[in-house]
Protein backbone atom coordinates (compact mmCIF):
# COMPACT_ATOMS: atom_id res chain seq x y z
CA UNK A 1 0.00 0.00 0.00
CA UNK A 2 1.29 3.48 -0.88
CA UNK A 3 2.15 6.21 1.32
CA UNK A 4 0.13 9.35 1.01
CA UNK A 5 2.05 12.62 0.64
CA UNK A 6 3.16 13.94 3.89
CA UNK A 7 1.33 16.65 5.42
CA UNK A 8 4.59 19.37 4.49
CA UNK A 9 3.69 18.91 1.59
CA UNK A 10 2.38 22.20 -0.09
CA UNK A 11 -0.72 21.68 -2.58
CA UNK A 12 -0.92 24.08 -5.20
CA UNK A 13 -3.92 24.43 -6.59
CA UNK A 14 -4.46 26.36 -10.16
CA UNK A 15 -8.43 27.58 -10.69
CA UNK A 16 -10.23 29.27 -7.85
CA UNK A 17 -13.71 27.98 -8.82
CA UNK A 18 -16.23 25.73 -7.74
CA UNK A 19 -13.90 22.95 -7.28
CA UNK A 20 -11.05 24.61 -6.98
CA UNK A 21 -12.15 26.07 -3.76
CA UNK A 22 -13.55 23.03 -2.49
CA UNK A 23 -10.11 21.20 -2.98
CA UNK A 24 -8.21 23.69 -1.32
CA UNK A 25 -10.51 23.33 1.33
CA UNK A 26 -10.04 19.10 1.50
CA UNK A 27 -6.39 19.71 1.03
CA UNK A 28 -6.57 22.57 4.50
CA UNK A 29 -8.84 20.52 6.53
CA UNK A 30 -6.47 17.25 6.08
CA UNK A 31 -3.43 19.79 7.25
CA UNK A 32 -1.44 21.31 3.89
CA UNK A 33 -0.49 24.38 3.08
CA UNK A 34 -2.28 25.37 0.10
CA UNK A 35 -1.34 28.26 -2.69
CA UNK A 36 -4.37 28.79 -4.49
CA UNK A 37 -4.00 30.37 -8.23
CA UNK A 38 -5.87 31.76 -10.47
CA UNK A 39 -5.35 33.65 -13.94
CA UNK A 40 -8.30 35.53 -12.65
CA UNK A 41 -7.30 37.11 -8.80
CA UNK A 42 -11.20 38.12 -8.30
CA UNK A 43 -11.56 34.49 -7.99
CA UNK A 44 -8.77 33.59 -5.46
CA UNK A 45 -10.31 36.33 -3.53
CA UNK A 46 -14.16 34.94 -3.80
CA UNK A 47 -12.85 31.34 -3.01
CA UNK A 48 -10.60 32.05 0.18
CA UNK A 49 -14.10 34.23 1.30
CA UNK A 50 -16.78 31.83 0.61
CA UNK A 51 -14.22 29.20 2.79
CA UNK A 52 -14.08 31.50 5.60
CA UNK A 53 -17.92 31.24 5.91
CA UNK A 54 -18.16 27.92 5.07
CA UNK A 55 -15.66 26.61 7.49
CA UNK A 56 -17.49 29.44 9.97
CA UNK A 57 -20.83 27.40 9.51
CA UNK A 58 -19.25 24.52 10.04
CA UNK A 59 -17.56 25.66 13.19
CA UNK A 60 -20.94 27.04 14.12
CA UNK A 61 -22.56 23.77 13.63
CA UNK A 62 -20.08 21.97 16.14
CA UNK A 63 -18.69 19.87 13.51
CA UNK A 64 -15.10 21.38 13.78
CA UNK A 65 -13.42 23.29 16.40
CA UNK A 66 -13.38 27.52 15.54
CA UNK A 67 -10.08 26.77 16.47
CA UNK A 68 -9.15 24.17 13.23
CA UNK A 69 -11.58 25.98 11.11
CA UNK A 70 -9.06 29.41 11.73
CA UNK A 71 -5.92 26.87 10.80
CA UNK A 72 -7.27 25.46 7.87
CA UNK A 73 -8.40 29.27 6.00
CA UNK A 74 -4.90 30.47 7.38
CA UNK A 75 -3.55 27.49 5.40
CA UNK A 76 -4.78 28.73 1.94
CA UNK A 77 -2.41 30.63 0.49
CA UNK A 78 -3.11 33.05 -2.59
CA UNK A 79 -0.55 32.81 -5.28
CA UNK A 80 -0.67 35.93 -7.10
CA UNK A 81 1.61 34.52 -10.15
CA UNK A 82 2.10 30.40 -11.38
CA UNK A 83 5.95 30.87 -10.05
CA UNK A 84 4.74 31.57 -6.15
CA UNK A 85 3.60 27.35 -6.81
CA UNK A 86 7.27 26.87 -7.09
CA UNK A 87 7.81 24.30 -3.46
CA UNK A 88 4.75 22.73 -4.16
CA UNK A 89 4.91 18.54 -4.17
CA UNK A 90 1.50 18.40 -5.64
CA UNK A 91 -0.36 20.44 -8.06
CA UNK A 92 -4.13 20.31 -8.54
CA UNK A 93 -5.28 21.90 -11.72
CA UNK A 94 -9.30 22.65 -11.54
CA UNK A 95 -9.26 25.29 -14.24
CA UNK A 96 -12.04 25.36 -17.48
CA UNK A 97 -12.64 22.31 -19.33
CA UNK A 98 -10.54 23.33 -22.17
CA UNK A 99 -8.22 20.80 -23.66
CA UNK A 100 -5.91 23.71 -24.93
CA UNK A 101 -5.71 25.72 -21.78
CA UNK A 102 -4.93 22.73 -19.22
CA UNK A 103 -2.13 21.62 -22.16
CA UNK A 104 -0.90 25.31 -21.81
CA UNK A 105 -0.91 25.36 -18.28
CA UNK A 106 0.45 22.08 -17.44
CA UNK A 107 3.13 23.23 -19.83
CA UNK A 108 3.88 26.02 -17.77
CA UNK A 109 3.95 24.60 -14.74
CA UNK A 110 6.64 22.00 -15.51
CA UNK A 111 9.24 25.09 -16.00
CA UNK A 112 8.23 26.06 -12.27
CA UNK A 113 7.82 23.10 -10.19
CA UNK A 114 10.40 20.88 -8.90
CA UNK A 115 10.93 17.65 -11.20
CA UNK A 116 9.50 15.55 -8.20
CA UNK A 117 6.59 17.41 -8.52
CA UNK A 118 3.25 15.75 -9.59
CA UNK A 119 0.69 17.03 -11.19
CA UNK A 120 -3.38 16.08 -10.98
CA UNK A 121 -6.19 17.04 -13.22
CA UNK A 122 -10.06 17.55 -11.99
CA UNK A 123 -11.01 17.21 -16.00
CA UNK A 124 -14.18 15.61 -16.08
CA UNK A 125 -14.16 14.57 -19.72
CA UNK A 126 -10.82 15.24 -21.82
CA UNK A 127 -8.85 12.67 -21.90
CA UNK A 128 -5.62 11.87 -19.34
CA UNK A 129 -3.41 10.86 -22.35
CA UNK A 130 -4.14 13.83 -23.99
CA UNK A 131 -3.22 16.24 -21.20
CA UNK A 132 -0.13 14.42 -20.35
CA UNK A 133 0.79 14.20 -23.80
CA UNK A 134 2.00 18.24 -23.18
CA UNK A 135 4.33 17.55 -20.65
CA UNK A 136 8.04 16.51 -21.31
CA UNK A 137 7.57 13.73 -18.31
CA UNK A 138 3.84 12.95 -18.53
CA UNK A 139 4.54 9.89 -15.96
CA UNK A 140 3.92 12.46 -13.32
CA UNK A 141 -0.06 13.83 -14.67
CA UNK A 142 -2.71 11.51 -13.07
CA UNK A 143 -6.40 12.58 -13.27
CA UNK A 144 -8.03 13.36 -9.44
CA UNK A 145 -11.70 13.05 -10.35
CA UNK A 146 -13.58 15.08 -7.63
CA UNK A 147 -17.16 15.33 -7.88
CA UNK A 148 -19.04 18.72 -6.96
CA UNK A 149 -19.24 19.82 -4.34
CA UNK A 150 -15.81 18.38 -3.24
CA UNK A 151 -15.80 19.12 0.13
CA UNK A 152 -19.04 16.85 0.73
CA UNK A 153 -18.58 13.75 -1.81
CA UNK A 154 -16.74 10.81 -1.01
CA UNK A 155 -15.32 9.93 -3.73
CA UNK A 156 -11.88 10.70 -6.07
CA UNK A 157 -11.58 8.68 -9.49
CA UNK A 158 -7.72 8.24 -9.93
CA UNK A 159 -7.06 8.51 -13.69
CA UNK A 160 -4.12 7.11 -15.47
CA UNK A 161 -3.39 7.52 -19.19
CA UNK A 162 -1.21 5.67 -20.99
CA UNK A 163 1.54 7.46 -19.43
CA UNK A 164 0.97 8.28 -16.03
CA UNK A 165 3.48 5.79 -14.09
CA UNK A 166 1.77 3.50 -11.10
CA UNK A 167 3.21 5.06 -8.65
CA UNK A 168 2.03 8.39 -9.17
CA UNK A 169 -1.38 7.11 -8.86
CA UNK A 170 -0.75 5.21 -6.03
CA UNK A 171 0.69 8.00 -4.46
CA UNK A 172 -2.22 10.66 -5.14
CA UNK A 173 -4.85 8.11 -4.40
CA UNK A 174 -3.53 7.66 -0.82
CA UNK A 175 -3.33 11.01 -0.43
CA UNK A 176 -7.08 11.39 -1.42
CA UNK A 177 -7.64 8.83 1.14
CA UNK A 178 -5.46 10.94 3.59
CA UNK A 179 -7.91 13.59 2.94
CA UNK A 180 -11.31 11.47 4.01
CA UNK A 181 -11.91 10.47 0.69
CA UNK A 182 -13.05 6.82 -1.29
CA UNK A 183 -10.78 5.86 -3.92
CA UNK A 184 -11.61 4.06 -7.34
CA UNK A 185 -8.65 3.29 -10.24
CA UNK A 186 -10.08 3.72 -13.75
CA UNK A 187 -8.00 3.83 -17.48
CA UNK A 188 -8.81 7.48 -19.15
CA UNK A 189 -12.05 6.51 -21.40
CA UNK A 190 -14.60 8.99 -21.83
CA UNK A 191 -16.33 9.56 -18.78
CA UNK A 192 -14.45 7.56 -16.50
CA UNK A 193 -16.11 5.19 -14.11
CA UNK A 194 -19.26 7.17 -12.78
CA UNK A 195 -20.04 9.33 -15.50
CA UNK A 196 -20.35 6.78 -18.04
CA UNK A 197 -21.85 3.92 -15.89
CA UNK A 198 -24.46 6.35 -14.44
CA UNK A 199 -25.88 6.74 -18.44
CA UNK A 200 -28.32 4.05 -18.40
CA UNK A 201 -29.90 5.75 -15.12
CA UNK A 202 -30.55 8.40 -17.12
CA UNK A 203 -31.22 6.72 -20.53
CA UNK A 204 -33.59 3.53 -19.87
CA UNK A 205 -35.59 6.67 -18.02
CA UNK A 206 -35.77 8.80 -20.98
CA UNK A 207 -36.70 5.56 -23.44
CA UNK A 208 -39.93 4.98 -20.83
CA UNK A 209 -40.50 8.84 -20.97
CA UNK A 210 -40.52 8.14 -24.63
CA UNK A 211 -43.22 5.52 -24.61
CA UNK A 212 -45.21 7.26 -22.54
CA UNK A 213 -45.25 4.46 -19.96
CA UNK A 214 -45.70 6.94 -17.01
CA UNK A 215 -45.27 11.10 -16.62
CA UNK A 216 -42.06 11.89 -14.92
CA UNK A 217 -43.40 12.57 -11.23
CA UNK A 218 -44.24 8.40 -11.39
CA UNK A 219 -41.36 7.38 -12.65
CA UNK A 220 -39.64 9.31 -10.26
CA UNK A 221 -40.98 8.01 -7.46
CA UNK A 222 -40.58 4.17 -8.73
CA UNK A 223 -36.79 4.93 -8.70
CA UNK A 224 -36.64 6.22 -5.35
CA UNK A 225 -39.28 3.93 -3.55
CA UNK A 226 -38.66 0.61 -5.14
CA UNK A 227 -34.70 1.21 -7.06
CA UNK A 228 -34.03 2.74 -3.80
CA UNK A 229 -32.05 5.70 -5.29
CA UNK A 230 -31.72 8.92 -3.64
CA UNK A 231 -33.26 11.09 -6.53
CA UNK A 232 -35.49 9.69 -9.57
CA UNK A 233 -33.66 10.14 -12.96
CA UNK A 234 -36.08 13.29 -13.58
CA UNK A 235 -35.15 15.53 -10.67
CA UNK A 236 -31.63 14.48 -10.78
CA UNK A 237 -30.90 15.87 -14.45
CA UNK A 238 -33.76 18.79 -13.88
CA UNK A 239 -31.06 19.58 -10.57
CA UNK A 240 -27.84 18.65 -12.61
CA UNK A 241 -29.20 20.69 -15.61
CA UNK A 242 -30.44 19.41 -19.09
CA UNK A 243 -27.39 21.31 -20.35
CA UNK A 244 -24.87 19.77 -18.82
CA UNK A 245 -25.90 15.97 -18.49
CA UNK A 246 -26.91 16.39 -22.70
CA UNK A 247 -23.77 17.67 -22.88
CA UNK A 248 -22.08 14.78 -20.75
CA UNK A 249 -24.36 11.90 -22.83
CA UNK A 250 -23.57 13.30 -26.24
CA UNK A 251 -19.64 13.69 -25.19
CA UNK A 252 -19.69 9.68 -23.97
CA UNK A 253 -21.79 9.22 -27.65
CA UNK A 254 -19.20 11.50 -29.90
CA UNK A 255 -16.14 9.49 -27.96
CA UNK A 256 -16.91 6.45 -28.59
CA UNK A 257 -17.74 6.70 -32.69
CA UNK A 258 -21.64 6.57 -32.16
CA UNK A 259 -21.69 3.60 -29.63
CA UNK A 260 -26.11 3.60 -29.44
CA UNK A 261 -25.80 2.66 -25.79
CA UNK A 262 -24.87 6.59 -25.46
CA UNK A 263 -27.40 8.01 -27.68
CA UNK A 264 -28.62 11.34 -26.46
CA UNK A 265 -32.32 11.68 -26.15
CA UNK A 266 -33.90 14.18 -28.34
CA UNK A 267 -36.74 15.09 -25.51
CA UNK A 268 -33.51 16.29 -23.79
CA UNK A 269 -31.81 18.23 -26.56
CA UNK A 270 -35.88 19.76 -26.71
CA UNK A 271 -35.26 20.83 -23.50
CA UNK A 272 -31.96 22.45 -23.70
CA UNK A 273 -32.95 24.20 -26.87
CA UNK A 274 -35.68 25.41 -25.19
CA UNK A 275 -33.74 26.91 -22.36
CA UNK A 276 -35.70 24.53 -19.74
CA UNK A 277 -32.36 23.59 -18.10
CA UNK A 278 -33.80 22.35 -14.56
CA UNK A 279 -33.82 24.18 -11.15
CA UNK A 280 -31.39 27.13 -12.10
CA UNK A 281 -33.38 28.56 -15.13
CA UNK A 282 -36.75 27.67 -13.11
CA UNK A 283 -38.18 25.47 -15.55
CA UNK A 284 -37.01 21.58 -17.03
CA UNK A 285 -39.10 18.54 -16.50
CA UNK A 286 -40.70 20.05 -13.49
CA UNK A 287 -42.05 23.69 -13.34
CA UNK A 288 -40.05 25.64 -10.50
CA UNK A 289 -41.62 28.59 -10.71
CA UNK A 290 -43.17 30.47 -8.06
CA UNK A 291 -46.85 29.27 -7.76
CA UNK A 292 -46.24 25.98 -9.83
CA UNK A 293 -47.51 22.98 -8.06
CA UNK A 294 -45.84 19.94 -7.43
CA UNK A 295 -45.87 16.92 -9.22
CA UNK A 296 -47.33 14.05 -7.80
CA UNK A 297 -46.53 10.50 -8.31
CA UNK A 298 -50.20 8.61 -9.64
CA UNK A 299 -50.84 5.79 -7.31
CA UNK A 300 -54.00 3.22 -8.64
CA UNK A 301 -55.76 2.12 -5.51
CA UNK A 302 -58.04 -0.62 -6.96
CA UNK A 303 -60.83 -2.53 -6.21
CA UNK A 304 -62.26 -5.39 -5.17
CA UNK A 305 -59.67 -7.17 -2.85
CA UNK A 306 -59.05 -10.62 -2.15
CA UNK A 307 -58.92 -12.16 1.14
CA UNK A 308 -56.90 -15.44 -0.72
CA UNK A 309 -54.69 -15.98 -2.74
CA UNK A 310 -52.28 -18.98 -4.94
CA UNK A 311 -48.83 -18.92 -5.08
CA UNK A 312 -47.15 -20.73 -7.76
CA UNK A 313 -43.72 -22.43 -7.50
CA UNK A 314 -41.65 -19.27 -5.80
CA UNK A 315 -41.28 -15.42 -6.69
CA UNK A 316 -37.53 -16.21 -5.86
CA UNK A 317 -36.00 -12.46 -4.43
CA UNK A 318 -39.48 -11.54 -5.17
CA UNK A 319 -41.03 -13.68 -2.28
CA UNK A 320 -40.73 -10.93 0.57
CA UNK A 321 -44.27 -9.86 -1.53
CA UNK A 322 -45.40 -13.23 -0.19
CA UNK A 323 -44.12 -12.67 3.41
CA UNK A 324 -45.92 -9.03 3.45
CA UNK A 325 -49.53 -10.10 2.10
CA UNK A 326 -49.83 -13.19 4.23
CA UNK A 327 -48.72 -10.61 7.38
CA UNK A 328 -51.81 -8.08 5.97
CA UNK A 329 -53.90 -11.27 7.18
CA UNK A 330 -54.26 -12.32 3.34
CA UNK A 331 -54.12 -16.26 2.72
CA UNK A 332 -51.61 -17.67 0.70
CA UNK A 333 -52.13 -21.06 -0.40
CA UNK A 334 -49.39 -22.54 -2.41
CA UNK A 335 -48.74 -25.21 -5.18
CA UNK A 336 -46.04 -26.37 -7.28
CA UNK A 337 -44.99 -25.12 -10.62
CA UNK A 338 -44.64 -27.61 -12.58
CA UNK A 339 -42.03 -25.68 -15.32
CA UNK A 340 -39.92 -23.22 -13.32
CA UNK A 341 -37.69 -21.49 -15.68
CA UNK A 342 -33.98 -21.89 -15.12
CA UNK A 343 -32.72 -18.33 -15.48
CA UNK A 344 -34.62 -16.07 -12.47
CA UNK A 345 -37.54 -16.22 -10.35
CA UNK A 346 -40.52 -18.38 -12.64
CA UNK A 347 -43.37 -18.61 -9.77
CA UNK A 348 -46.18 -16.64 -10.22
CA UNK A 349 -49.52 -15.07 -7.58
CA UNK A 350 -53.03 -15.77 -9.08
CA UNK A 351 -54.84 -12.29 -7.63
CA UNK A 352 -58.30 -12.73 -8.05
CA UNK A 353 -58.49 -13.72 -12.12
CA UNK A 354 -54.92 -12.27 -12.59
CA UNK A 355 -51.53 -13.59 -13.03
CA UNK A 356 -49.08 -11.42 -11.36
CA UNK A 357 -45.19 -12.23 -11.96
CA UNK A 358 -41.47 -10.54 -12.22
CA UNK A 359 -41.20 -8.79 -15.43
CA UNK A 360 -38.41 -10.50 -17.29
CA UNK A 361 -37.76 -7.84 -20.16
CA UNK A 362 -40.58 -9.40 -22.43
CA UNK A 363 -43.67 -7.08 -22.26
CA UNK A 364 -46.26 -8.15 -20.52
CA UNK A 365 -48.88 -8.08 -23.54
CA UNK A 366 -46.51 -10.44 -25.15
CA UNK A 367 -46.31 -13.00 -22.21
CA UNK A 368 -50.10 -12.96 -21.96
CA UNK A 369 -49.85 -14.40 -25.19
CA UNK A 370 -47.51 -16.55 -24.84
CA UNK A 371 -48.77 -18.32 -21.75
CA UNK A 372 -51.90 -18.16 -23.11
CA UNK A 373 -53.16 -16.34 -19.81
CA UNK A 374 -54.40 -12.88 -21.07
CA UNK A 375 -55.10 -11.47 -17.56
CA UNK A 376 -51.30 -11.12 -16.88
CA UNK A 377 -49.38 -7.95 -14.87
CA UNK A 378 -45.97 -7.74 -14.36
CA UNK A 379 -44.10 -6.16 -11.42
CA UNK A 380 -41.04 -3.86 -11.92
CA UNK A 381 -37.74 -5.04 -9.87
CA UNK A 382 -37.29 -3.50 -6.03
CA UNK A 383 -33.95 -3.10 -4.12
CA UNK A 384 -36.32 -4.81 -1.14
CA UNK A 385 -39.15 -6.48 -1.28
CA UNK A 386 -39.31 -6.67 2.21
CA UNK A 387 -39.54 -2.64 2.67
CA UNK A 388 -40.14 -1.49 -0.65
CA UNK A 389 -43.53 1.01 -0.20
CA UNK A 390 -44.57 1.04 -3.98
CA UNK A 391 -44.40 -1.40 -6.66
CA UNK A 392 -44.55 -0.87 -9.99
CA UNK A 393 -47.05 -2.48 -12.01
CA UNK A 394 -48.40 -3.15 -15.77
CA UNK A 395 -50.63 -5.09 -17.33
CA UNK A 396 -51.04 -7.08 -20.65
CA UNK A 397 -53.39 -4.99 -22.87
CA UNK A 398 -55.80 -8.34 -23.25
CA UNK A 399 -56.07 -7.93 -19.03
CA UNK A 400 -59.01 -6.24 -17.92
CA UNK A 401 -59.09 -3.17 -15.71
CA UNK A 402 -61.15 -5.07 -13.04
CA UNK A 403 -58.40 -7.42 -12.71
CA UNK A 404 -56.16 -5.08 -12.46
CA UNK A 405 -57.64 -3.38 -10.28
CA UNK A 406 -57.88 -6.28 -7.92
CA UNK A 407 -54.33 -7.03 -8.05
CA UNK A 408 -53.70 -3.30 -6.67
CA UNK A 409 -56.00 -3.34 -4.17
CA UNK A 410 -55.20 -6.64 -2.68
CA UNK A 411 -51.21 -5.79 -3.09
CA UNK A 412 -52.42 -2.38 -1.37
CA UNK A 413 -54.00 -4.08 1.65
CA UNK A 414 -50.41 -5.29 2.08
CA UNK A 415 -48.46 -2.26 2.36
CA UNK A 416 -47.54 -1.66 -1.42
CA UNK A 417 -48.71 1.47 -3.42
CA UNK A 418 -48.87 0.07 -6.97
CA UNK A 419 -48.37 2.80 -9.57
CA UNK A 420 -48.99 1.65 -13.14
CA UNK A 421 -47.08 1.78 -15.94
CA UNK A 422 -48.00 1.22 -19.44
CA UNK A 423 -47.15 -1.88 -20.65
CA UNK A 424 -43.36 -1.15 -21.66
CA UNK A 425 -40.57 -4.28 -21.75
CA UNK A 426 -38.53 -4.40 -18.48
CA UNK A 427 -40.67 -2.03 -16.87
CA UNK A 428 -38.11 0.83 -14.96
CA UNK A 429 -35.95 -0.69 -12.36
CA UNK A 430 -35.58 -3.97 -13.84
CA UNK A 431 -33.95 -2.78 -17.24
CA UNK A 432 -32.25 0.04 -14.86
CA UNK A 433 -30.30 -2.27 -13.09
CA UNK A 434 -29.96 -4.74 -16.31
CA UNK A 435 -27.97 -2.32 -18.21
CA UNK A 436 -26.36 -0.71 -15.45
CA UNK A 437 -25.00 -4.24 -15.19
CA UNK A 438 -24.20 -4.49 -18.76
CA UNK A 439 -22.41 -1.29 -18.76
CA UNK A 440 -20.34 -2.41 -15.70
CA UNK A 441 -19.59 -5.81 -17.10
CA UNK A 442 -17.93 -4.09 -19.85
CA UNK A 443 -16.15 -1.63 -17.68
CA UNK A 444 -14.85 -4.49 -16.49
CA UNK A 445 -14.00 -6.36 -19.67
CA UNK A 446 -11.98 -3.69 -21.06
CA UNK A 447 -10.50 -3.09 -18.06
CA UNK A 448 -11.37 0.17 -17.31
CA UNK A 449 -11.50 -0.52 -13.53
CA UNK A 450 -12.13 -3.40 -11.17
CA UNK A 451 -15.36 -4.70 -9.98
CA UNK A 452 -14.53 -3.19 -6.66
CA UNK A 453 -14.10 -0.30 -8.38
CA UNK A 454 -17.24 0.27 -9.88
CA UNK A 455 -19.42 -0.55 -7.00
CA UNK A 456 -17.05 2.06 -4.80
CA UNK A 457 -17.41 4.55 -7.18
CA UNK A 458 -21.21 4.43 -7.77
CA UNK A 459 -21.88 4.17 -4.26
CA UNK A 460 -20.07 6.97 -3.07
CA UNK A 461 -19.85 9.27 -5.95
CA UNK A 462 -23.32 9.19 -7.09
CA UNK A 463 -24.93 7.57 -3.67
CA UNK A 464 -26.55 4.46 -5.35
CA UNK A 465 -27.95 2.15 -2.94
CA UNK A 466 -25.97 -0.85 -4.34
CA UNK A 467 -23.39 -0.97 -7.17
CA UNK A 468 -24.17 -2.66 -10.36
CA UNK A 469 -21.90 -5.77 -9.03
CA UNK A 470 -23.43 -5.69 -6.01
CA UNK A 471 -27.44 -6.19 -8.11
CA UNK A 472 -25.38 -9.31 -9.98
CA UNK A 473 -24.92 -10.80 -6.98
CA UNK A 474 -28.16 -10.14 -5.51
CA UNK A 475 -30.98 -10.90 -8.74
CA UNK A 476 -28.68 -13.21 -10.43
CA UNK A 477 -26.03 -12.58 -13.43
CA UNK A 478 -28.09 -15.05 -15.24
CA UNK A 479 -31.60 -13.29 -14.56
CA UNK A 480 -29.96 -10.19 -15.90
CA UNK A 481 -28.43 -12.13 -19.22
CA UNK A 482 -32.35 -13.42 -19.79
CA UNK A 483 -33.36 -9.32 -19.25
CA UNK A 484 -30.53 -7.68 -21.95
CA UNK A 485 -31.70 -10.98 -24.54
CA UNK A 486 -35.44 -10.52 -24.42
CA UNK A 487 -34.94 -6.21 -24.25
CA UNK A 488 -32.74 -6.58 -26.86
CA UNK A 489 -35.36 -9.34 -29.00
CA UNK A 490 -37.89 -6.76 -28.41
CA UNK A 491 -36.06 -3.57 -29.35
CA UNK A 492 -34.13 -5.06 -32.19
CA UNK A 493 -31.06 -2.69 -31.17
CA UNK A 494 -27.51 -3.08 -30.95
CA UNK A 495 -28.07 -0.94 -27.49
CA UNK A 496 -29.38 -3.39 -25.41
CA UNK A 497 -26.56 -6.09 -26.57
CA UNK A 498 -25.15 -8.24 -24.13
CA UNK A 499 -21.88 -7.85 -22.68
CA UNK A 500 -19.25 -10.31 -23.71
CA UNK A 501 -18.26 -10.86 -20.19
CA UNK A 502 -21.60 -11.52 -19.14
CA UNK A 503 -22.04 -14.28 -22.13
CA UNK A 504 -18.51 -15.87 -21.04
CA UNK A 505 -19.77 -15.89 -17.09
CA UNK A 506 -23.22 -17.54 -18.16
CA UNK A 507 -21.00 -19.97 -20.57
CA UNK A 508 -19.01 -20.81 -17.64
CA UNK A 509 -21.49 -21.51 -15.37
CA UNK A 510 -19.97 -19.11 -12.95
CA UNK A 511 -23.16 -17.61 -12.61
CA UNK A 512 -22.14 -13.84 -11.52
CA UNK A 513 -19.68 -11.57 -12.25
CA UNK A 514 -17.33 -12.87 -9.29
CA UNK A 515 -13.80 -10.86 -8.78
CA UNK A 516 -11.24 -11.79 -12.05
N1 LIG B 1 -18.33 21.78 -11.54
C1 LIG B 1 -18.44 20.45 -11.47
O1 LIG B 1 -19.50 19.90 -11.14
C2 LIG B 1 -17.23 19.59 -11.79
C3 LIG B 1 -17.18 18.28 -11.28
C4 LIG B 1 -16.05 17.50 -11.54
C5 LIG B 1 -15.01 18.02 -12.29
N2 LIG B 1 -15.10 19.29 -12.79
C6 LIG B 1 -13.95 19.80 -13.57
O2 LIG B 1 -13.19 20.66 -12.75
C7 LIG B 1 -12.60 21.70 -13.54
C8 LIG B 1 -13.01 23.05 -12.98
O3 LIG B 1 -14.41 23.15 -12.98
P1 LIG B 1 -15.18 24.29 -12.14
O4 LIG B 1 -16.62 23.91 -12.18
O5 LIG B 1 -14.52 24.48 -10.83
O6 LIG B 1 -14.94 25.56 -13.07
P2 LIG B 1 -15.13 27.10 -12.69
O7 LIG B 1 -15.54 27.76 -13.96
O8 LIG B 1 -15.98 27.27 -11.50
O9 LIG B 1 -13.64 27.56 -12.32
C9 LIG B 1 -12.58 27.58 -13.23
C10 LIG B 1 -11.56 28.62 -12.77
O10 LIG B 1 -10.40 28.47 -13.56
C11 LIG B 1 -9.87 29.78 -13.79
N3 LIG B 1 -8.99 29.70 -14.96
C12 LIG B 1 -9.33 29.55 -16.24
N4 LIG B 1 -8.22 29.46 -17.00
C13 LIG B 1 -7.16 29.57 -16.18
C14 LIG B 1 -5.75 29.52 -16.37
N5 LIG B 1 -5.22 29.35 -17.56
N6 LIG B 1 -4.97 29.67 -15.29
C15 LIG B 1 -5.48 29.84 -14.06
N7 LIG B 1 -6.81 29.87 -13.83
C16 LIG B 1 -7.64 29.73 -14.87
C17 LIG B 1 -11.08 30.65 -13.98
O11 LIG B 1 -10.78 32.00 -13.73
C18 LIG B 1 -12.03 30.07 -12.94
O12 LIG B 1 -11.95 30.73 -11.70
C19 LIG B 1 -13.08 21.46 -14.98
O13 LIG B 1 -12.12 20.72 -15.67
C20 LIG B 1 -14.34 20.63 -14.78
O14 LIG B 1 -14.63 19.80 -15.89
C21 LIG B 1 -16.18 20.09 -12.53
Known sequence: MSQPLPKTTVIGIVGAGVMGAGIAQVAARAGHTVRLHDSNGKAIEAARNWLESDLREFAAKGRIAEAEAAAAVARVVPAVALADLRDCGLVVEAVVEDRAVKQNLLGSLEGV????????????????TALGAALANPER???MHFFNPPTRMKLVEVVSGLATGEAVAQTVAATARAW??????????????VNRMARPYYSEAWRVLDEHAADPATLDAIARDCGGFPMGPFELMDMIGHDVNFAVTNGAFIATFGDRRY????????LVRAGFLGRKSGRGIYDYRPGAAKAE????????????????GSLGIATPIVTRLEAA?????????????????????????????LSDGRCATQRALEADHPQLVLFDLALDYASTPRLALAKADQCGHAAFGTVCATLGRAGFACSRLDDVAGLLVLRTAAMLVNEAADAVLHRICTP?????????????????????????????SLVLANLRAHYGEERYRTSVLIQRRGWSGTGFLGHP
Not at 117 to 124: D, G, I, N
Open 113 to 128: VGADCLFATTTSALSI
Open 141 to 143: LVG
Open 180 to 193: GKHTAFARSTPGCI
Open 263 to 270: VPALEQQE
Open 297 to 312: PKVEPGADPVSRVTLV
Open 329 to 357: GIEVVRVQNRRPSPAGPSGWLEIGFARVM
Open 452 to 480: DGIDEAMRYGVNYPRGPMAWAEAVGLDFF
